[in-house]
Nanobody, 124 residues
Framework: QVQLVESGGGLVQAGGSLRLSCAASGGTFSSYAMGWFRQAPGKEREFVAAITRSGGFTYYTDSVKGRFTVSRDNAKNTVYLQMNSLKPEDTAVYYC?????????????????WGQGTQVTVSS
């Protein structure tokens, strides 16, 4: 059974950095595009970033462009989210997800497998 496990969350001051990892076990990791979402308390889950199967193309929500970078290492079955210049509004539980086939990238409905999430808290 394929599983996704996130790690790397924590508490950081505004302006700091964190690197999230999402390790996939089972399945063929390189066959799937991957995405990152986040959900703050009382808010809907929102798209953060995504990366194609080979890593050749990436997508970001406007609020993280220039600050976050998504990457992957298919040999290690892992996708990463490097987060720099963090802001208090980045505070949320961050989830990685496996994308289904299709042209949609930004909605949760385009992803069929989710990790358990990792908490990121940015203090002001």
């Amino acid at each position: 059974q394929v599983q996704l496990v996130e790690s790397g969350g924590g508490l950081v001051q505004a302006g700091g950095s964190l690197r999230l990892s999402c390790a996939a076990s089972g399945g063929t990791f390189s066959s799937y595009a991957m995405g990152w979402f986040r959900q703050a308390p009382g808010k809907e889950r929102e798209f953060v970033a995504a990366i194609t199967r080979s890593g050749g193309f990436t997508y970001y929500t406007d609020s993280v462009k220039g600050r976050f970078t998504v990457s992957r290492d298919n040999a290690k079955n892992t996708v990463y989210l490097q987060m720099n210049s963090l802001k208090p509004e980045d505070t949320a539980v961050y989830y990685c997800a496996r994308k289904t086939v299709g042209s949609m990238w930004y909605g949760p409905e385009a992803y069929d497998l989710w990790g358990q999430g990792t908490q990121v808290t940015v203090s002001s």
